[in-house]
């Protein structure tokens, strides 16, 4: 069975850095398209960063570009989102996801079908 698991969220103080984790299991992350999203209270799931099949492309969201890189460990069957420089509006719900069909790298939830539960960040002194 598919499933995604994100750890890693926290409370943080501005300026401050978290890595996020994305373990998969029930298929080989590699060959699929991983995003990862993000939920604050009362506003919409927002694309935060994608990577394509195999780390073939990556992308981000323009209010997270230069702080936030996503990665992969095929080992580990793990992606992760390492967050630098954190801000208060960086404070959400984070939540990944699998296209699990084309292996596209995507900021668009409406091309994932599968997500883990979410693991909440916030960033406050």
């Known amino acids: 069975q598919l499933q995604l698991v994100e750890s890693g969220g926290g409370l943080v103080q501005p300026g401050g850095s978290l890595r996020l984790s994305c373990a998969a299991s029930?298929?080989?992350?590699?060959?699929?398209?991983i995003g990862w999203f993000r939920q604050a209270p009362g506003k919409e799931r927002e694309g935060v960063a994608c990577i394509s099949r195999q780390g073939g492309s990556t992308n981000y969201a323009e209010s997270v570009k230069g702080r936030f890189t996503i990665s992969r460990d095929n080992a580990e069957n793990t992606v992760y989102l390492q967050m630098n420089s954190l801000k208060p509006e960086d404070t959400a719900v984070y939540y990944c996801?699998?296209?699990?069909?084309?292996?596209?790298?995507?900021?668009?939830?409406?091309?994932?079908?599968?997500w883990g539960q979410g693991t909440r960040v916030t960033v406050s002194s």
């Open positions: 029930g298929f080989t992350m590699d060959l699929y398209g």
């Open positions: 996801a699998t296209d699990y069909r084309f292996g596209l790298c995507t900021l668009s939830k409406r091309d994932y079908g599968y």
